[in-house]
T-cell receptor, first 116, second 111 residues
Framework: GAGVSQTPSNKVTEKGKYVELRCDPI?????LYWYRQSLGQGPEFLIYFQGTGAADDSGLPNDRFFAVRPEGSVSTLKIQRTERGDSAVYLC??????????????FGPGTRLTVL | QKEVEQNSGPLSVPEGAIASLNCTYS??????FFWYRQYSGKSPELIMS????GDKEDGRFTAQLNKASQYVSLLIRDSQPSDSATYLC???????????FGPGTSLSVIP
């Protein structure tokens, strides 16, 4: 597709459940980022992939959060034992990464996660 | 101290005026800076990027960078009601590093 796509657009789950959020980046973009955004806040960095490997996962809040990008394209953010505090909009962005000097990111529409 | 700081606003300007949005960053090693616009309920949209000291103009938008003062700004000339949104400032060290966003400044352009 022309842009970054994310599925689902909305996810409602119960406390303690497991969820997976998917991101499909722009074709040819080697870098992929996950962010979390709460109301009235800027995007909070979670993890960054360059190709298949996680180049920086310093933003993952705890070991309940995990992300993969097995073939260097689609990525899945996985959250175990969800808590109400995990409720937020999860944004994915992609860029040319280390193929470019400058790293302009393009965002997907986001997944709104609500944990009841 | 947060890595990227912005006044949360709201900043209100009349239609046709110049809106001035400011951002400071703490990591002196930051090299690339970005301004994103985010409408309510939507995802951020890139409007400007700047990498060198000085001004960069694109239509009604001008980004200004002063690395010595660790300061980035965005000027919007001839502000329109459609410019009403939250403006996010972001900084990055190199293309191999994560991008850090500020909290955003809410802009309201009054007709």
């Amino acid at each position: 597709g022309a842009g970054v796509s994310q599925t689902p657009s909305n996810k409602v789950t119960e406390k303690g459940k497991y969820v997976e959020l998917r991101c499909d980046p722009i074709s040819g973009h080697t870098a992929l980022y996950w962010y979390r955004q709460s109301l009235g806040q800027g995007p909070e960095f979670l993890i960054y992939f360059q190709g298949t490997g996680a180049a920086d996962d310093s933003g993952l809040p705890n070991d309940r959060f995990f992300a993969v990008r097995p073939e260097g394209s689609v990525s899945t953010l996985k959250i175990q034992r969800t808590e109400r505090g995990d409720s937020a909009v999860y944004l994915c962005a992609s860029s040319l990464g280390d193929r470019a000097i400058y790293n302009e990111q393009f965002f997907g529409p986001g997944t709104r996660l609500t944990v009841l | 101290q947060k890595e990227v700081e912005q006044n949360s606003g709201p900043l209100s300007v009349p239609e046709g005026a110049i809106a001035s949005l400011n951002c400071t960053y703490s990591d002196r090693g930051s090299q690339s800076f970005f301004w994103y616009r985010q409408y309510s309920g939507k995802s951020p949209e890139l409007i400007m990027s700047i990498y060198s000291n000085g001004d960069k103009e694109d239509g009604r938008f001008t980004a200004q960078l002063n690395k010595a003062s660790q300061y980035v700004s965005l000027l919007i000339r001839d502000s329109q009601p459609s410019d009403s949104a939250t403006y996010l400032c972001a900084a990055q060290k190199t293309s191999y590093d994560k991008v850090i966003f500020g909290p955003g400044t809410s802009l309201s352009v009054i007709p």
